[in-house]
């Protein structure tokens, strides 16, 4: 079980950073004004998802095995609130802080604490559904992330994927 904790764990890590890195690539396409543009009134902004962002993995990540990861000082409906003097700087120092916060709580397990008993909003659950469900959580707002800065850079989008077309060249070359 130590073998495959230990995998878990260095997956884990990796599949996070694979989701950050996704973010920052989409983020550094788009222009500071459309940091805050929302693509409808009841919609989030690229700032808006990455203040809640940071409120969740600060929340989640801190004192991730002893206490619940609904922390009492989080501000989540704070987390939605349009806050348009945040410069892209301010933003990114948000971001910096959450995935600094999660990858520290991270790089402290150890493979007997992924069947530990964690809490988030007093459910119970093993670690390891914890970090999945973060997993899924923040997969799922980069992926608004994505979407949004594609439909504000248009044309001038930078594809962050296999180019439409070209999966063959993706591909590994057939043996004889």
Request: net charge negative; with cysteine.
């Amino acid at each position: 079980m130590s073998d495959l904790a230990g995998t878990l764990l260095a997956d884990f890590h990796f599949r996070f950073a694979k989701v950050k890195e996704l973010g920052e690539r989409a983020l550094g396409q788009v222009a500071e004004r459309d940091l805050h543009w929302q693509p409808s009134p009841e919609g989030n902004s690229l700032a808006v998802l990455i203040q809640h962002l940071h409120g969740n993995m600060l929340s989640r990540w801190t004192d991730f095995l002893t206490s619940d990861g609904d922390k009492p000082w989080r501000d989540r409906d704070g987390e939605f609130t349009a806050r348009p003097e945040r410069t892209r700087i301010a933003l990114m120092v948000l971001w910096e802080e959450g995935w600094a916060r999660l990858f520290s709580a991270l790089d402290a397990l150890e493979p007997r604490d992924l069947l530990s008993t964690v809490k988030i909003r007093g459910e119970e659950m093993t670690a390891l559904d914890a970090i999945l469900r973060q997993l899924s959580h923040y997969s799922y707002h980069v992926g608004q992330i994505v979407e949004i800065a594609r439909m504000r850079c248009g044309d001038r989008w930078q594809t962050l994927s296999i180019p439409r077309g070209q999966s063959s060249a993706y591909r590994p070359a057939e043996r004889d």
